[in-house]
């Protein structure tokens, strides 16, 4: 296993389009969790599942992002009618959780970076 | 949430030990510290979590005050290498948390 691969690593699309963003987490873990992060911040929740449910978005989460994980293996994040606001590093990561707990961290991508021009 | 406060920036000696503080203050009796850093261009990297105990593994040790109000992350031999963002995140299940905007160490020869 070669930890959490996210595809692309770079995406520019034209303001308006639907952009897709797969990420494929470490085989054996549950939880699976998407953010954003921006130039000179730090990453910020947007939506994460544990196996294939969805338990919980952020508001950061407009109707126009939506996050599925099919069979609780890889995720797909979608961003339709893109919007020169969402530019930034879209990042994935995993773990293996059980309730409240998480054992020995998180495993992140590299992350896919989106310039919406 | 729990919310944790960091120093923007510090600067470390190559070679010397790197102590980077983070206050959590709010954090509730069962809720981890969780430590990262992410080197430009990368995603965030685990470092080390604690509980009440202090914590070292081959990469850091972690020393969290008796009220666990604040933790200090250390790294006992800095390099260039280690030049980054560290994150301090509070809560039992970080994933759901806002990482905040971290200490940027900048390790110097």
């Known amino acids: 296993d070669t930890g959490v691969s996210q595809n692309p690593r770079h995406k520019i699309t034209k303001r308006g389009q639907n952009v897709t963003f797969r990420c494929d987490p470490i085989s054996e873990h549950n939880r699976l969790y998407w953010y954003r992060q921006t130039l000179g911040q730090g990453p910020e929740f947007l939506t994460y599942f544990q196996n294939e449910a969805q338990l919980e978005k952020s508001r950061l989460l407009s109707d126009r992002f939506s996050a599925e994980r099919p069979k609780g293996s890889f995720s797909t994040l979608e961003i339709q009618r893109t919007e020169q606001g969402d530019s930034a590093m879209y990042l994935c990561a995993s773990s293996l959780g059980n309730g409240g707990r998480v054992y020995y961290g998180y495993t992140f991508g590299s992350g896919t970076r989106l310039t919406v021009v | 949430d729990a919310k944790t406060t960091q120093p923007t920036s510090m600067d470390c000696a190559e070679g010397r030990a790197a102590n980077l503080p983070c206050n959590h203050s709010?954090?509730?009796?069962?809720?981890?510290v969780y430590w990262y850093r992410q080197i430009h261009s990368q995603g965030p990297q685990y470092i080390i979590h604690g509980l009440k105990n202090n914590e070292t593994n081959e990469m850091a040790s972690l020393i969290i005050t008796e009220d666990r109000k604040s933790s200090t992350l250390i790294l006992p031999h800095a390099t260039l290498r280690d030049t980054a963002v560290y994150y301090c995140i509070g809560p039992g299940d970080a994933g759901k948390s806002t990482f905040g905007d971290g200490t940027t160490l900048t390790v110097k020869p």
């Open positions: 709010t954090i509730s009796g069962n809720e981890y």
